[in-house]
C-alpha cells in the first residue's frame, strides 16, 4: 500500500512495473482514481509537495457533478 | 490517395521531412509532453514526432503532434505540404460535399494479429504517461470511441464515431467525457433509460481521415466513415467487431472493446483542456474493457493538449469551420463566402458573408447559434464582408475596428447552451453568447460615412505578382 500524494489516502496499490525491471512502477489510489508513476517529479509523488490547488479531500468526492447528469431512476 | 493505416501516414511524412524520431532516451514524464508543448511553439509548420527509447521500456514506440501543423493537415488530404490554409479549407469543403462515400467491409485486419481477452492490463499493453501537471492521471485522447443508436441500430449513419477524453482508471476500465452535445450523448441516454451497456469500441493509432471525419461536427445521422472516405477521395475499410455489431477502422494500431456502464458514474479528472484550462474534477461515465487486440509492437499515437495552440488547434480548425460553412450555406446559399471557426476549437467564429439588406449579417451570425456545432460553441460571432478574408486576423480587426458600431452592432443573447468545459460559463453549460456585426451598413440600414471606401492605385494586383517573381 503507498499513500496517495493527492487525497492522501493509504490505500494506492501497484498497477503496473516497468518492463525494464526495477526502472519505475505505476500507482492508483482507488479513493480519488490518481494515478503516478514512481520516478515524476515529487510535487506530483510526495504529498507534502503536491500542488495545493489540486489535492482532493475524500469527502468531497461523492458531491462532485454528474456530466452528463443521470436519469432520475438512478438517483438514489 | 487514401493512407493505408497509421503507419503508411507516418512513413509519407517521414518522405516530406514532417517527422522527427527522438533516439535519445527520454522519460515518460515530463520529457513526452513537454517536448510535443515545446514543438507547437516553435510554429504551424511543424513535424510530428516519434519516441523510440523511452526509459523502462523496451519497445515502445510513442508517436506526437502528428497533424501539429499545416503542413501535415495537407498532407492528410494528400495535397502538397506548402498549401496555403484557405485553400486547404476549400478543398476540404469540396470534399465534405462529395459525402456519403460508401465504405468497404473486410473480414480481418491487422490489429487481429494480438488478442488479449484475460488479464487486460492497459498500464502494461499500452505506454501512457501524463500530459499536464494538474492531470488526474494518465489519458487516452486522440482515439477513435465507436458507438450506435440503441433505438435505430440498423441505422449505419447513426453509428457514432467520435473522440472523447478518456481517463485509464484501472487494469480494464477507463472514464469517459461524453460532453451533452456530442453524439454518443444520446447513444448513453438510451442506454441508461433502459438499464442496458452501451457497447463500444476504442480503435488507437489510426490513418488521419477518419481522426478527422470523427472530430468533425457532422449531422446526428451523418457516417464519420463515410465522410472519413470522402475525405480521401477512395471508400473508408472498416472491420466488425467481435462482442457487438460496432464498425471499427481496418488500419487501427490497437482496438479495445468493452461496454459503457449504465447509471455509474465516477470521480474524473481534472485534465488539461484545449480550453487552456483544467475541467476540474468531476463523476463522469466508466468503461470496462472485455477484449484488447494489437498489431505486432503497436505504436501509440497521443495527443497533447493544453494551453493553444497544440496538435488540438491544427486537427480540429478547419473540420470545424467546414461544416459551419456548409450548414450556413443550405440557409444562404448565395452568400455565405467562407468561415473561420478555429479558435478554442469555434467559441470564436468569424464569418464572411454578403449583404443582401440592412440587418442580413447579424441573421446569418444567428443561425450559427443554431447549427449543430454552434450549441455547444460559437459564443462569440463575427461577421465580416465578402471582401474580408476571415482568416487574415488584421483584416478582421479592421473590419472590427471600422465597420462595428457598439450601439447597432453588438447583439448578446442571454443564457444559450455551451459546452461545459468553457470555464467562463455559469452554471457550467450555459453563457450568453453575442454577434458582432462588422459588416459595412447596407439599406435600410443607412448610417456612418462609407460612402467612399479607399480603393487601391492602379496595377497592384500586377505589381504583386511581379514582385512575387522577382522574390521568388
Redesign the interface.
Known amino acids: 500500500m503507498h499513500t496517495c500524494p493527492r487525497c492522501e489516502s493509504k490505500k494506492a496499490e501497484v498497477v503496473s512495473k516497468s518492463p525494464v525491471e526495477g526502472a519505475w512502477e505505476v500507482y492508483m489510489c482507488p479513493v480519488c482514481i490518481f494515478t503516478w508513476r514512481s520516478i515524476e517529479p515529487e510535487t506530483i509523488t510526495k504529498p507534502e509537495k503536491y500542488n495545493r490547488a489540486f489535492k482532493v479531500n475524500p469527502a468531497d468526492i461523492p458531491f462532485a457533478e454528474n456530466v452528463p447528469a443521470l436519469p432520475a431512476k438512478y438517483i438514489k | 490517395m487514401a493512407y493505408k493505416d497509421f503507419r503508411d501516414f507516418l512513413a509519407t511524412l517521414e518522405k516530406e521531412g514532417q517527422l522527427l524520431t527522438i533516439k535519445d532516451e527520454v522519460?515518460?514524464?515530463?520529457d513526452i509532453a513537454a517536448a510535443t508543448k515545446a514543438m507547437s511553439k516553435l510554429g504551424s509548420e511543424t513535424p510530428a514526432m516519434l519516441f523510440d527509447n523511452i526509459?523502462?521500456?523496451?519497445n515502445?514506440k510513442v508517436a506526437m503532434n502528428v497533424m501539429g501543423s499545416w503542413p501535415n493537415h495537407a498532407l492528410m488530404m494528400g495535397m502538397p505540404k506548402n498549401t496555403p490554409l484557405k485553400e486547404q479549407f476549400f478543398e476540404f469543403a469540396r470534399r465534405y460535399d462529395q459525402f456519403p462515400m460508401p465504405v468497404q467491409r473486410e473480414e480481418t485486419a491487422p490489429f487481429h494479429e494480438v488478442e488479449i481477452t484475460e488479464n487486460i492490463?492497459l498500464?502494461?499493453i499500452l505506454p501512457?504517461?501524463?500530459l499536464n501537471?494538474?492531470d488526474?492521471?494518465?489519458y487516452i485522447d486522440k482515439a477513435c470511441v465507436i458507438s450506435r443508436d440503441l433505438d435505430d441500430p440498423e441505422h449505419f449513419g447513426k453509428q457514432n464515431v467520435g473522440i472523447y477524453r478518456m481517463?485509464?482508471?484501472?487494469?480494464d476500465r477507463l472514464?469517459i467525457?461524453?460532453?451533452?452535445q456530442h453524439d454518443i450523448?444520446i447513444h448513453?441516454?438510451q442506454a441508461?433509460?433502459r438499464?442496458e451497456n452501451l457497447p463500444v469500441v476504442i480503435a488507437l493509432g489510426n490513418e488521419p481521415a477518419i481522426t478527422t471525419a470523427a472530430a468533425t461536427p457532422l449531422h446526428y445521422d451523418q457516417s464519420e466513415y463515410e465522410m472519413a472516405g470522402a475525405i480521401q477521395g477512395e471508400p473508408y475499410r472498416i472491420v466488425k467487431a467481435k462482442d457487438s455489431d460496432l464498425d471499427i477502422p481496418w488500419g487501427a494500431e490497437v482496438v479495445l472493446e468493452g461496454e459503457l456502464l449504465a447509471?455509474v458514474?465516477?470521480?474524473?479528472g481534472?485534465f488539461g483542456e484545449f480550453t487552456g484550462h483544467?475541467s476540474g474534477?468531476?463523476?463522469?461515465?466508466v468503461i470496462k474493457i472485455n477484449r484488447v487486440y494489437h498489431r505486432q509492437n503497436p505504436i501509440f499515437e497521443h495527443l497533447y493538449i493544453g494551453m493553444p495552440w497544440t496538435e488540438t488547434d491544427y486537427m480540429i480548425g478547419i473540420n470545424t469551420s467546414v461544416p459551419l460553412y456548409q450548414q450556413l450555406k443550405e440557409a444562404f446559399p448565395n452568400e455565405i463566402q467562407a468561415v473561420n471557426a478555429m479558435y478554442t476549437h469555434g467559441l470564436v467564429a468569424i464569418i464572411s458573408t454578403k449583404r443582401r439588406y440592412g440587418g442580413f449579417a447579424k441573421a446569418v451570425g444567428m443561425r450559427a447559434l443554431t447549427t449543430p456545432h454552434g450549441l455547444g460553441y460559437c459564443k462569440l460571432v463575427i461577421v465580416v464582408d465578402e471582401d474580408v478574408d476571415p482568416f487574415n486576423l488584421p483584416q478582421v480587426m479592421w473590419a472590427l475596428s471600422t465597420k462595428m458600431h457598439p450601439k447597432h452592432d453588438a447583439v448578446i443573447i442571454p443564457d444559450l447552451s455551451v459546452l461545459?468545459l468553457d470555464p467562463g460559463s455559469l452554471p457550467?453549460g450555459i453563457t450568453h453568447k453575442m454577434v458582432l456585426d462588422a459588416t459595412t451598413p447596407v439599406a435600410p440600414e443607412t448610417r456612418g460615412h462609407y460612402s467612399q471606401p479607399l480603393d487601391s492605385p492602379l496595377n497592384v494586383e500586377k505589381w504583386e505578382q511581379r514582385l512575387r517573381e522577382l522574390l521568388r
Request: proline fraction near 12%.
Open positions: 522519460k515518460p514524464e515530463p526509459y523502462g521500456y523496451t515502445a492490463n498500464f502494461d501512457l504517461f501524463r501537471q494538474g488526474g492521471g494518465f481517463q485509464v482508471k484501472g487494469k472514464g467525457q461524453p460532453v451533452p450523448a448513453l441516454r441508461e433509460e438499464g447509471g458514474r465516477e470521480f474524473e481534472p483544467y474534477g468531476r463523476s463522469m461515465p461545459a457550467s
